[in-house]
């Protein structure tokens, strides 16, 4: 991460022909990587890795992941839909009265079709067409139409809550794990340095996804179900928690605690997830970065940081969440399951040959137009924030 040691990330100062501190200063590491190697490294964790802890690191994980999770919510949204559209979750509702009956200027910006009435004296009932997904605009245009445009944010307190403890622990253990492995494959072995972004990110992003997963289950059923009752408080990540346990309770002590494992359905196809999407994203997000940090050279200042890191982020965040898609359609099916016994019996293989049963390649990809939409802002501006934080606090320190 740049800032870290220095204003690249310190794994590149070992793979890079050149070495740029945050003062500007330029050395070949082609001529001094000998007989600086150790002293360098030792006196670099002593300004920064030392200085910059874990707190200060978390700190600033978490400044970007709720900035994120306001930004892209809606994409989420619309994502979430589709997938738990194509499994079978129905979306039918009434419009609002609203809809046709004050709209009289623009009659069609409500609904396409005049709606029909089932009974004479009921409230007006939208076509099929209303209840039915066409992609992500459409997602976003018909929750604004007949939920409201706040529900665009639905799950956004699950996602604050879901993304400051996970991207505190995910990317400030990043950091420390890239480090020591660093430290490691360029005294021991360094042809392995390349490779080292893509175990660090593995292994940080699962102590991540472990220990805060049973809010990403709520997060993505608060996301895929709306409430059809006008007037009715949606339920907030407490109340889809119980609603996730209620039908699993018993009277025995020991089955309850047993039970509480339903809160990890899934959690298997979110690693399988996210493993994957953390190596691809890390390992194509370090050489592009240090890249374009190179083409700064001396000139490398918080601006320079802020955009080598978004455009790197953005590049790798989109690959990653294309290339993973299928996995978090599964993620999606297996989460949103209503069926206890079948949620607990479901494992990420048989889900995605259902998925290609159901749908095939499209079936497999479903979503995926808002997942990358969402996903490579998001990398980008987690991983910037982050990194002009740490770089600010390693100033501050400095000059203190």
């Not at 420390?176 to 660093?182: A, D, K, Q, S």
Request: some cysteine; charged content about 20%; overall charge positive.
């Amino acid at each position: 991460m740049a800032g870290s040691r220095q204003s690249v990330p310190s794994w590149i100062s070992v793979a890079a022909a050149n070495r740029v501190d945050f003062e500007g200063n330029v050395s070949s590491m082609s001529e001094k990587m000998l007989k600086e190697n150790s002293s360098s490294s030792s006196s670099e964790k002593g300004i920064s890795d030392v200085n910059l802890g874990f707190g200060e690191r978390a700190f600033s994980a978490a400044g970007a992941s709720v900035l994120s999770a306001i930004l892209v919510n809606p994409l989420d949204v619309a994502k979430t839909r589709l997938q738990a559209q194509a499994a079978g979750v129905p979306y039918q509702g009434l419009c609002p009265i609203a809809c046709f009956d004050t709209n009289t200027m623009l009659p069609d910006w409500r609904c396409s079709t005049s709606p029909t009435r089932a009974v004479v004296g009921s409230e007006p009932v939208c076509p099929p067409e209303c209840n039915r997904y066409k992609g992500t605009m459409d997602v976003l245009y018909k929750v604004i139409r007949q939920e409201g445009f706040t529900r665009l944010w639905r799950g956004t307190y699950a996602s604050i809550a879901l993304a400051v403890p996970t991207v505190g622990i995910y990317l400030p253990c990043y950091d420390i794990f890239r480090n020591l492995m660093e430290d490691f494959t360029t005294r021991s072995a360094p042809n392995l340095t390349p490779y080292v972004p893509l175990v660090a990110g593995s292994v940080a992003r699962s102590l991540a996804c472990v220990s805060c997963y049973p809010i990403e289950l709520a997060r993505t059923r608060m996301q895929a179900f709306k409430e059809t009752q006008t007037g009715v408080k949606p339920a907030g990540v407490w109340k889809t928690l119980l609603g996730v346990m209620d039908p699993v309770k018993s009277t025995n002590l020991l089955q309850n605690l047993q039970s509480y494992r339903i809160l990890w359905t899934g959690l298997g196809a979110q690693l399988a997830r996210d493993v994957p999407f953390s190596a691809i994203c890390w390992s194509t997000l370090e050489p592009i970065r240090r890249r374009i940090l190179g083409l700064v050279g001396d000139q490398a200042s918080a601006a320079s940081i802020l955009g080598a890191n978004f455009s790197a982020g953005f590049v790798a965040g989109t690959l990653a969440a294309a290339a993973t898609c299928p996995l978090d359609v599964a993620k999606t099916r297996r989460q949103i399951e209503k069926d206890p016994a079948r949620a607990l019996k479901m494992n990420t293989r048989n889900t995605l040959l259902e998925i290609w049963r159901d749908g095939g390649m499209k079936g497999l990809f479903t979503g995926i137009g808002p997942r990358v939409g969402r996903a490579g802002p998001s990398v980008g501006i987690v991983v910037s924030f982050y990194e002009v934080v740490k770089y600010a606090l390693h100033h501050r320190h400095l000059t203190q």
